[in-house]
């Protein structure tokens, strides 16, 4: 079955460290994206990507970076870790017609 | 801009119906979306209006209003394993498949 996956599933950094969160589908959809989740806040979009080599900033894009080099794989990184973005992290992709997202399991980062 | 607005929590009862309600004010608006999902779990798709009424699929249906800015989640026959988060979110017809989503509002269903 197609699916999307998101690793690592926890993890704790120090201030300051570079972090890299992958996700990998396997629907074949050329649209994927990166949200971040909070208390009070609901899903918030990071950054997006249409197909390969497109990338788009969404709303809360700031310290955050994405590539696409394949239509697979969307990793997002955190140049520089801070306590603020101590968070859920949800990866998510859709194909065409409605823009159903389909979302991979989420990634706690915890930044000490 | 847009905003989203959604009750935060809400409580109900076993074989219940609870009626949870989204509105919304956005420019260009192209469609609404339900999504549940369970604590330290990842949103699952529920339904998608795009045009005014209602979209019934089993014990869960959903209502839009594009002139009010206003959509209801309607859950049936309640059972314990609903309650959940429920997450609002739009689509804009400038924005492709990006949605927008609410703050979502929490359910507990009570024996």
């Known amino acids: 079955d197609a699916e999307i996956t998101q690793s690592p599933r926890h993890k704790i950094t120090e201030t300051g460290r570079q972090v890299t969160l992958a996700c990998h589908q396997t629907?074949?959809?050329?649209?994927m994206f990166w949200y971040r989740q909070d208390l009070g806040h609901g899903l918030r979009l990071i950054h997006y990507?249409?197909?390969?080599?497109?990338?788009n900033k969404g709303e809360v894009s700031d310290g955050y970076s994405v590539s696409r080099s394949n239509t697979e794989d969307l990793p997002l990184t955190l140049e520089s870790a801070a306590s603020s973005q101590t968070s859920v992290y949800f990866c998510?992709?859709?194909?065409?017609?409605?823009?159903?997202?389909?979302f991979g399991e989420g990634s706690r980062l915890t930044v000490l | 801009g847009q905003n989203i607005d959604q009750p935060t929590e809400m409580t109900a009862t076993e074989g219940a119906i609870v009626q949870i309600n989204c509105t919304y004010q956005t420019s260009g608006f192209n469609g609404l979306f339900w999504y549940q999902q369970h604590a330290g779990e990842a949103p699952t798709f529920l339904s998608y209006n795009v045009l005014d009424g209602l979209e019934e699929k089993g014990r869960f249906s959903s209502f839009l209003s594009r002139s009010k800015g206003y959509s209801y989640l309607l859950l049936k026959e309640l059972q314990m394993k609903d309650s959940a988060s429920y997450l609002c979110?739009?689509?804009?017809?400038?924005?492709?498949?990006?949605?927008?989503f609410g703050s979502g509002t929490r359910l507990l269903v009570r024996p």
């Open positions: 998510a992709s859709a194909a065409g017609g409605t823009g159903e997202l389909f």
């Open positions: 979110a739009v689509k804009r017809v400038d924005s492709s498949y990006k949605l927008i």
């Open positions: 629907w074949n959809h050329n649209n």
């Open positions: 990507s249409y197909g390969v080599q497109d990338t």
